[in-house]
């Protein structure tokens, strides 16, 4: 099976082309090929796909096997991809993905894209919609107990559900600790991707997040975008911010006109290969 390393910031997945053809069993092969000692290594896996709604079709795995809606430094590369290997030839696309289409701005020099922006729609904050267990029409800075310790979250779900923590200093947090207990929370009826974000002025977060079945990520772009809104939301940020992740930065906008947020940011192709399902489930049960 042929496959393409690619990664938005360090995001990284395996993406393969199925425009011609199905992948039978695309849960398992994501843990196979997401594995970073015996696989190839990836956050997940990431099929291109044709479709009758949209340009293109994104299907996403994350690194456990389970199927998720919508990555944003994701669907970033998934354009680079599709304009790189010759599937488009267009600058301005749409790739639909778990139900909900996305419009892509591509911004090509040398005949490779460099940068995406990507209008990925108005964010989502009815509690029920995220989903989030809570009053109200949405949760701004509401108060969860975690591990006995109390935070304040915001949640919006931007195609995924995200839960934004506010602190003072994320670069000690022990992240791989608290990640999993707001994943598994029970108020979080189908998970949750937890932002924790420390302000640095009002054009500038900085943001590490666990993303639920892959665990801690070197970006988000859903995150980031989660991330923007509920800052604005709680007063801490102008409408135009830049967000700095462990991987590098991404613009985002939440326009006021149209309620969408837009995501600006790069996608880089690794490399490419080949690998055979057998081979990788053998060396994987032999670990």
């Known amino acids: 099976m042929k496959f393409t390393k690619m990664h938005g910031i360090g995001n990284d997945y395996v993406y393969m082309d199925c425009t011609k053809e199905r992948l039978e069993n695309p849960g398992e092969i994501a843990r196979l090929v997401s594995d970073r000692h015996k696989g190839i290594g990836s956050d997940g896996l990431i099929l291109i796909q044709s479709s009758d709604e949209a340009d293109f079709e994104m299907a996403m795995y ?26 488009t030839d267009k600058t301005e696309i749409s790739v639909i993905s778990g139900g909900a289409v996305k419009y892509l701005k591509l911004t090509v020099e040398n005949g490779k894209v460099k940068k995406v922006r990507v209008n990925m729609g108005e964010p989502i904050l009815k509690p029920s919609e995220i989903p989030v267990v809570g009053d109200g029409d ?10 006995n310790q109390v935070y304040e979250m915001t949640c919006v779900s931007m195609g995924n559900p995200h839960a934004v923590v506010f602190l003072d200093d994320v670069e000690n947090l022990k992240i791989e600790e608290i990640g999993p207990k707001f994943e598994q929370h029970e108020r979080f009826p ?16 900085k943001m590490r997040v666990w993303e639920r079945g892959s665990g801690e990520t070197m970006a988000c772009g859903t995150g980031a975008c989660a991330t923007a809104v509920a800052a604005i939301l709680n007063g801490y940020a102008e409408r135009d911010v830049t967000v700095h992740l462990l991987g590098g930065d991404l613009e985002i906008s ?3 006109t149209d309620n969408c947020v837009y995501m600006t940011g790069p996608a880089a192709t690794a490399f490419t290969g080949e690998f055979d399902p057998e081979e990788l489930r053998k060396s994987i049960r032999e670990r």
């Open 190 to 205: 189908d998970r949750v991707n937890t932002e924790f974000v420390e302000r640095i002025d009002r054009k500038n977060l």
């Open 138 to 147: 949405k949760l701004v800075a509401v108060p969860i107990v975690v591990d």
């Open 254 to 256: 939440w326009d006021e």
């Open 62 to 87: 994350n690194a456990d096997g389970s199927y998720g809606k919508m990555c944003g430094n994701g669907i970033r590369c998934v354009a680079k991809y599709v304009y790189d290997n010759g599937l």
